[in-house]
């Protein structure tokens, strides 16, 4: 497993400078035991092997998967992040402009050409690295937009170390033709889902393709939208190669109320729908700290999510929620009832219980964690003895055949050619998996005017609304919505309130699980006497001191609850990129800098 190679790399040291390779604790091929030669290396396939393990360290591990959605529309969190309050965020504090590990890479694929291994061989392990490389290089454009392409290793008296950026048409250019050449030349198998194979080429290139295509589309001030369509018909096809001949299907193991959730709760991954994942081993001590995160009122940034997103979950049947007349005054208890059961599985809800010194117990939202009610749940685990520190077995995917089904079907979308067998086997497939029973066999031809009004305005055709519905839901808190945002060009989104689900009124005390215990009650005046078991919210304008409350309802004495509505949330669009960190910038001025900052 990738597990047991990370472990041993720990004792290896693979640095790629001037044409030496350093490693230490381990000898290969009879070389002495603290250096190990390029000759070493690069002429034998175990050398190979180990020195292409260092590229996974590109890979995102758990502790990011599951911190990859703290800023997000839908996730009200502790604070609101600097890089969205007005004047908060500069070139000072950006980061993200470091190149090693490309080095590392260049290094690896210039020497990667000893006669002695064989061709398809070499090949193989430059289509790992060119993998990698697209991977950092995706990583790089989304963040910044224009950058330096590099594809060798420098010196320090090369002129071209200190060149100006190169257009993201080019870089991205060169990202595709390295998947193209991983996606051909891989050849390993891997059922661990921890290695890269051509198919985690050809589902990622699926995803690289989408972003670009889409963001080509709706950043019109670029003026390249006449190549939008060139690149989502390659994300097209580049999921449809995972879907004809990559004999992956989703997850439905356990039925409609488990499969989906499973798919992060697992310490082994779902094989027949991860295809990459982050993989925990607690035999070698790897462990994440999802528990800790998303259940602790101190530490992590206590994400919930927002009834406006919430909101976007169907009925059962397959119709809007928000078509149910009263739904803006249910209660959490009634509101919840009857919907998609992706939502059973996402947040604390109805019967969800917890394992708690060995007892199962039941666990409804608790107001000393979340914000508005939502309390995420989708990956932690279900026992109360991992909540403190790094100690969940829970895998964590990377890459899974949802997210091809989705990107397929939006790709298709987009270029007008979704048809209804499309729909039928990829959102309507994701659909049934969560138990809808109605608008799954064929695409819709209606726009939901919730989903239009709320979310994307200028979007009339309706298998593209439905298509971003099912994404923001199925890949909820994996990572991927706030450059889904960016490359919509919808970043206005992140303005919006964060909101609650609906209190009546105050002094009421609330069973939000409906188990006959009260859980919760909103005062401004504190009740007395309390009741045990309760959590008592204060929701006055002011705190003590006169400090103003970032928790408040709506309408003051009911309505939805709100969380930081006095912190100034202002989108700007010169957050579609990240600041030229200024360091860097100075080191060298030919980088220039992203317009607005």
């Known amino acids: 497993m990738l597990t047991e190679k990370i472990k041993l ?97 260049n290094y690896f694929i210039e020497n990667c050409n000893s006669p002695l291994v064989a061709q398809s061989v070499r090949e193989n392990y430059i289509g790992l690295a060119r993998f990698f490389r697209a991977w950092f290089y995706f990583d790089k454009v989304k963040r910044f937009g224009d950058v330096p392409w590099i594809n060798k290793t420098f010196t320090v008296d090369d002129p071209a170390l200190y060149k100006g950026r190169d ?40 995803r690289v393709c989408l972003f670009e295509g889409t963001f080509r589309k709706y950043h019109t001030e670029y003026n390249l939208q006449s190549s939008a369509n060139g690149l989502l018909q390659q994300a097209v096809d580049a999921a449809q190669k995972v879907m004809t001949d990559g004999g992956f299907s989703l997850n439905t193991a356990g039925g409609t109320d488990k499969a989906y959730r499973q798919l992060f709760i697992s310490q082994v991954p779902v094989a027949s729908e991860v295809i990459l994942a982050s ?19 101190t530490y992590g940034d206590r994400v919930s999510f927002t009834r406006t997103f919430v909101n976007t979950y169907l009925n059962i049947d397959g119709t809007p929620f928000t078509d149910k007349s009263g739904y803006q005054t249910l209660t959490f208890p009634q509101e919840v009832k009857g ?33 508005t009610g939502y309390q995420p749940i989708k990956l932690t685990q279900d026992d109360a003895s991992m909540d ?24 298709k979308a987009e270029l007008g050619t979704l048809t209804d067998g499309d729909w039928n086997s990829t959102v309507g497939a994701l659909r049934r998996r969560a138990g809808i029973t109605g608008n799954t066999s064929t695409k819709p031809v ?40 960016v490359r919509w060009k ?31 009650c909103f005062y401004k005046t504190m009740p007395s006497p309390t009741v045990a078991g309760v959590t008592y919210v ?25 969380w930081l509505t006095n912190v100034t949330r202002k989108w700007d669009d010169k957050y579609y990129l990240y600041p030229i960190p200024e360091t860097d910038r100075l080191i060298n001025p030919k980088l220039g800098q992203n317009p607005g900052w």
């Open 446 to 485: 209606t726009v939901d005017t919730y989903l239009q009004t709320n979310y994307f305005p200028a979007i009339s055709d309706p298998a593209i609304l439905e298509v971003r519905r099912e994404r923001g839901i199925e890949l909820a808190l994996e990572g991927f919505r706030f450059y889904d945002i």
């Open 538 to 562: 204060n929701v006055s304008a002011t705190l003590s001191g006169g400090t103003p409350n970032p928790q408040r309802l709506a309408n003051d004495n009911s309505g939805e609850l709100t």
């Open 388 to 411: 403190g520190g790094t100690r969940n077995t829970n895998s964590m995917p990377i890459i899974r055949y949802a997210e091809v089904l989705l990107n397929y079907a939006e790709a």
């Open 167 to 206: 257009p993201r048409t080019m870089v991205m250019d060169s990202v595709i033709a390295d998947l193209d050449y991983a996606a051909q030349h891989i050849n390993i198998s891997d059922n661990t889902r921890s290695l890269i194979t051509k198919y985690v080429a050809y589902a990622f290139k699926s």
């Open 339 to 371: 919907r998609d059961m992706r939502l059973q599985q996402t947040i604390r809800m109805g019967n969800y219980t917890r394992l708690n010194g060995g007892v199962q117990e039941a666990a409804p939202p608790v107001f000393s964690y979340t914000y």
């Open 279 to 297: 993989v925990m081993d607690p035999s070698l001590s790897v462990y994440n700290d999802s528990n800790w995160y998303w259940t602790s009122a």
């Open 490 to 520: 919808r970043g206005s989104l992140m303005d919006q309130v964060w909101n609650g689900f609906y209190v009546p009124a105050l002094n009421q005390l609330i069973d939000l699980n409906e188990d006959g215990k009260p859980d919760v």
């Open 9 to 105: 790399l720990k004792s290896l040291l693979f640095v790629a400078i001037l044409g030496t390779v350093v490693a230490g604790c381990k000898k290969l091929d009879q070389e002495p035991q603290a250096t190990a030669t390029k000759t070493a290396v690069f002429t034998n396939q175990n050398g190979l092997d180990l020195y292409a393990n260092s590229f996974y360290n590109i890979l995102p591990d758990a502790g990011t998967i599951l911190r990859g959605d703290a800023m997000a529309d839908y996730a009200a969190r502790t604070t609101v992040p600097d890089f969205l309050r007005p004047g908060a965020f500069s070139a000072q504090q950006s980061t993200g402009w470091s190149w090693t590990d490309l080095r590392n890479i």
